[in-house]
């Protein structure tokens, strides 16, 4: 398949949306709902398309009918620990049957570019741990896992403590 990357603009919103569920395409732990994994994304993408966050930066992969195939979304803002200009990579979605051709890598290299471009000294991105086949992705690309995030979830799957006797619950 043959693809350009062009900027994107307020027009492309619901074609770029249509691909956020594609950030749920592999297996979810247990406890997550597939949706939570795009909402957030789609609201700051609805933001960008309204002007209020300039610091967003938003590219596409076009096929030769100008169909979107690929979008990714990143947000320029300083790094969580060095508090150095950075960005971080909010979105990177490919189309199905458009998967394994090497659009997410070239979207990901186009964003690396613009945002450089901008000032920022480094990318980050969230991945879950399950999500293997972007993880391998990334890592041909040069990121490197830094932290490892860990959850505890309370409320049902929490299990009382045998030795509490306080008659909490």
Known sequence: MSYSIRAASPADVEPMLALFPRLAAFPLPPERRAEHLWEGDADLLRRWTTGVVPQCLVYVAVDPDDRIVGVVMAQLREELLSHQPSAHLEV????????????GRRLIEEIEQKVQARGAESLTLHVFGSNTRARSVYERLGFTGELIRYIKYFGQAAKPDPADRSGRS
């Open 92 to 103: 990177v979605a490919v189309h199905a049957d458009a998967e394994g051709q090497g659009i």
